[in-house]
């Protein structure tokens, strides 16, 4: 077992990872920026760091300044969370060159599953069902134009080494497909320093499903259901949910089993997960995010299996210690991601948090490392908090949060929590009939 581990990372995902590492006897190390001095985990770690100024790119993405701390504290690996560098394989890569342990995947897989052309092509090795697409990259719009005719109008222009919404153009037809495929490729060069777009056929209504799967060192697979990720907001997720309101337990099994399937096929190990979009019954491979997610809560909540301890324990080349019939799935949970941002206009509202109160009772749960007198920077990602419900029926869970989301309490600075109020209330999300659109349609309503 590791006796430290540095945090690469920062806000409610570096203290999750503290929290994990404290109850398996491991010491922590924090790195943070000069902005973050005052953060709770930088609090509570046994040591901590300053890595550079206030932008990310001076700090937490700073390798070499995160490398430095790792050797100068005696650090034995490095947990990178999500975001940030957590599926940088260069970075991977130094940290194994200095002989620490990268806590995630090996630094071929997270390039091989970062590159999206390279994740298709590698997942119709591995018997993933795919949407209908362009074998590669596309290069010019001659071919483009090609390809529409081929796959069928709607299609989508994708960036390879996109991500968030960025370098993704729907063309209707081919009178779009020009100017798709030109902003597409412009966005994409300008977000990733990488052009390179393919295409998809653009599916009309589908719903956002991703399996999480679990896999160690020595060939052994499992999978812990899936999250319906589908509520988003630019391509953004706002809410995730497990088990879907959308599948029933013979299609849960059936893509759990082909998702462990691919994974031992292709040698995966670490905590990941398989994206997918779905549609009139049918998967469609979407991407695989090879790190720990931030919806990751909800998994733990209707399993009981802590994920970040796991994502630990196999990095130490552990053995899981259990197969798939042994993982039990019960009851359901929500997870809404609450930022520091207006409701309606969605500008970020950075600034002091004068008031703090986080509910509580039976199954509900608060991932955050804010506070009272925290003053929340304009720098980073506005998420403050994570408010996660479980309850024994769907029914239970949304009378839960809504009575969690009335006791939350968080003043100085605008938030998210009436936009929650209003979706869990809503009759369409109540029956659970909504898709990857749903949200953006209801805010536009007036």
């Given at each position: ?279 009139n019954g049918a998967f469609y491979f979407l991407e695989m995010n090879t790190r720990v997610q931030v919806e990751h809560p909800v998994t733990e909540m209707v399993t009981g299996i802590d994920l970040v301890r796991e994502q630990i ?134």
């Open positions: 077992m590791f006796e430290k581990v540095l945090i690469a990372n920062r806000g409610e995902i570096a203290l999750r990872i503290h929290r994990a590492c404290r109850e398996m006897g491991i010491k922590t190390v924090a790195v943070h920026s000069t902005i973050d001095a005052h953060a709770m985990h930088v609090k509570l770690a046994d040591e901590a760091v300053c890595i550079g100024p206030a932008p990310a790119r001076d700090s937490y993405l700073n390798k070499a300044a995160i490398i430095s701390a790792a050797v100068l504290t005696g650090a034995d690996a490095i947990h990178p969370g999500y975001g940030f560098l957590s599926e940088n394989a260069d970075f991977a890569e130094m940290v194994e060159a200095h002989g620490l342990t990268w806590i995630g995947p090996s630094p071929k897989m997270i390039r091989l599953m970062g590159d999206k052309v390279t994740a298709k092509r590698m997942a119709i090795e591995a018997g993933l069902p795919v949407i209908p697409g362009s074998d590669g990259a596309v290069d010019t719009l001659a071919d483009a134009l090609a390809w529409g005719e081929k796959i069928g109008y709607p299609v989508i222009v994708k960036a390879s080494a996109g991500g968030g919404g960025k370098g993704m153009k729907v063309a209707h037809d081919a009178a779009e497909m020009e100017s798709a495929f030109t902003l597409a490729k412009k966005e994409a060069g300008s977000a990733f320093a990488n052009d390179m777009v393919y295409i998809e056929k653009y599916l009309q209504n589908p719903r956002h499903i991703e399996i999480q799967i679990l896999a160690d060192t020595h060939g052994h697979v499992v999978h812990l259901g899936e999250r319906d990720c589908s509520l988003q907001r630019r391509h953004q997720k706002v809410l995730e949910e497990s088990p879907s309101p959308a599948l029933n337990a013979e299609q849960r099994d059936k893509i759990g089993a082909v998702v462990v399937h691919a994974m031992e096929k292709i040698g995966y190990s670490s905590l990941g997960t398989v994206e997918f979009l779905y549609e324990r196999v990095a130490t080349g552990a053995e899981l210690g259990y197969a798939q019939d042994d993982i039990n799935f019960s009851g359901y949970a929500i997870e809404c991601r609450i930022n520091a941002e207006n409701a309606k206009t969605f500008i970020p509202c950075p600034g002091k948090i004068t008031d703090w109160h986080v509910p509580g009772g039976l199954d509900v749960r608060v991932d955050s490392g804010m506070y009272a007198g925290y003053v929340v920077p304009p720098s980073y990602d506005s998420l403050v908090a994570k408010l996660i419900v479980r309850g024994k029926t769907r029914n239970a869970v949304l009378m839960r949060l809504r009575r969690a989301l009335e006791e939350f309490v968080i003043e100085g600075i605008d938030t998210t929590i009436p936009l929650h109020q209003d979706i869990i209330a809503n009759p369409d999300f109540i029956d659970g009939q909504y898709n990857i659109h749903w949200l953006e349609r209801f805010l536009e309503k007036p």
